[in-house]
């Protein structure tokens, strides 16, 4: 990439490790510039657990920002193995006539999936956290845990890791402000109960501070039938607590779908509607955490 790809404007956020630091990050970031530029068809491909539809939900906000020709698709992620669906590639994706797929939170141990995508002409990232039990996908990829990246905090979540590819893009196209979406990442993070320390702690941290700002519609509508005035770390986790529970129902991959048009709708009657169905839900499961 050029040079100015190198130059992360991270404002007050410097304290964040390069994402550039990241093995694969290069490769990365200039095949979705192309895809960018050249208005491919982008596809990001997330499971349905409040850190990956947190992750889909910002990588999503920030291409379309970007006017890139960008969709969403959320799996169950082959029952809990964060596997891609080769099923959804041939019947979903492959038909939306995709260039690029994006995954985040999954697919590390997908390497049959991967090549399924080559031979259908699909390029695929790989964004995950997830440790490796196979063969690693021929592609790029995108994750701490990989052998041979040296990044040094390797505790990051699905929506952690895309974060960091945001930061990427971010200082490629000079974006500002990118700081606004650690709403969405705090959440994420959080519900992924990794350890708040390292760069953790400063997405919650700086996460909690956005929230309270937020002029994501959807974050406004979950905030407005929960009752929550105001977001510190204890109500932050409640607000956790209180939507998970839907991803426990018999429509639970229906309802983390539906979450993230909630997360990235610019109606705010949409969200306000979505926002009570959630509640709603939750109330009929009759499931609450602890």
């Not at 095949?31 to 068809?41: D, F, G, Q, T, Y």
């Not at 895309?162 to 990442?185: E, G, P, T």
């Not at 039938?225 to 639970?252: F, T």
Request: aromatic letters at 10%; one cysteine or more; a positive charge.
């Amino acid at each position: 990439m050029e040079e100015k790809g190198r130059t992360v404007q991270l404002s007050k956020l410097s304290t964040y490790h390069n994402p550039f630091l990241l093995y694969g990050m290069d490769c990365g970031l200039k095949r979705i510039v192309k895809a960018v530029n050249e208005r491919e068809k982008i596809i990001i491909y997330g499971c349905y657990d409040l850190d990956g539809i947190t992750a889909v939900s910002l990588l999503f906000l920030v291409l379309k920002y970007l006017n890139a020709d960008v969709e969403y698709f959320v799996s169950d992620g082959d029952n809990g193995k964060f596997n891609i669906n080769a099923d959804i590639i041939r019947n979903h994706v492959k038909f939306l006539g995709t260039d690029l797929m994006i995954t985040v939170g999954c697919g590390m141990n997908s390497y049959e999936q991967v090549e399924l995508c080559k031979q259908l002409g699909i390029d695929v990232i790989i964004t995950d956290y997830h440790t490796f039990n196979g063969i690693i996908p021929k592609t790029v990829v995108i994750n701490p845990n990989q052998s041979g990246c040296t990044y040094p905090f390797k505790e990051l979540s699905s929506v952690g890791v895309a974060y960091k590819l945001v930061q990427a893009i971010s200082s490629y196209y000079q974006m500002k402000c990118i700081s606004k979406y650690l709403d969405l990442v705090m959440l994420g993070t959080i519900s992924n109960h990794l350890p708040y320390i390292g760069e953790n702690k400063l997405m919650i941290d700086e996460g909690i501070y956005h929230m309270n700002y937020t002029n994501n519609y959807g974050l406004k509508a979950l905030n407005k039938v929960n009752n929550i005035k105001y977001i510190n770390l204890e109500n932050a986790n409640k607000l956790v607590s209180s939507i998970m529970p839907c991803w426990n129902s018999s429509r639970g991959l229906d309802n983390a779908r539906i979450t993230v048009e909630l997360f990235t709708t610019a109606n705010s009657d949409r969200a306000e509607q979505i926002a009570k169905y959630l509640k709603n839900e939750i109330k009929i499961t009759g499931i609450h955490r602890k």
